[in-house]
């Protein structure tokens, strides 16, 4: 099955780089309705979730930005990249020099992006494919997550774990573009990005999205 999936995926994408993060190529869509009904088709389930591993999102964009600019921060670390979508955050931390690079993902489609991502960025991702919220442990130096503010239960129940995570001594950075359900405290801003997007997935052409910090 991931022979075919990954097939699905070179044929319904292009390969290309972010406008972040040029330094990175991803398996990318240039459309997400024709996709997301092809993923229903070929998966044969309808009302599917969209098909968000095959977009870079601006948050995980600023974030990859963040650890390509500042790769002290990940160097020689055990890092992670929370709900990793398309793989890009986890891809630029073992460009930056991370020990080792890990990417968690509930989807299995994405799980088959991400390991096509790597290959062709030539770098070793690790993914954990499951949820990781219920771990006891945080076994990681530096936790990266991007865009995991736009439903209300997962944002509470992500930034919980978050928090957790920070208060072992990890060092835990998020990105966001303003979404509704962004914390308003435990945040300590150490970058902001404009970044150029789809009106098919935005309602604009371009969005500020800040790197932040999660603090105690």
């Known amino acids: 099955m991931r022979a075919q999936t ?3 995926i070179e044929a319904h994408t292009i390969r290309t780089s972010p406008p972040a993060c040029p330094e990175i190529a991803l398996h990318l869509a240039t459309e997400i309705t024709p996709l997301w009904l092809a993923t229903e088709d070929f998966l044969h389930k309808a009302n599917l979730e969209p098909p968000y591993w095959a977009f870079a999102w ?3 964009q600023a974030l990859s ?5 500042t790769p002290a921060l990940v160097r020689g670390k055990r890092v992670l990249d929370f709900a990793a979508g398309c793989g890009m955050t986890a891809i630029a931390a073992a460009l930056a020099g991370a020990s080792s690079s890990q990417a968690a993902e509930i989807d ?4 088959a992006a991400i390991s096509l991502n790597a290959k062709i960025n030539n770098v070793d991702i690790e993914i954990l494919l499951g949820d990781v919220l219920d ?3 945080c076994p990681w130096d530096v936790i990266l997550a991007g865009d995991v503010c736009y ?3 997962m944002a509470e129940r992500v930034f919980a774990w978050l928090r957790r995570c920070a208060a072992t001594g990890a060092d835990v950075l998020m990105a966001d573009p303003g979404r509704a359900y962004l914390p ?3 945040l ?3 970058a902001a990005y404009t970044i150029a997007c789809s009106l098919e997935l935005e309602d604009r052409t371009s969005r500020d999205a800040v790197v932040y910090k999660i603090v105690g």
């Open 65 to 69: 930005r963040y650890v390509l600019d």
């Open 108 to 111: 299995p489609t994405a799980a």
């Open 58 to 60: 601006v948050g995980g």
């Open 188 to 190: 300590l801003k150490m």
């Open 135 to 137: 771990r006891p442990d």
């Open 6 to 8: 990954e097939a699905f």
């Open 151 to 153: 439903e209300r239960p």
């Open 184 to 186: 308003h405290t435990g």
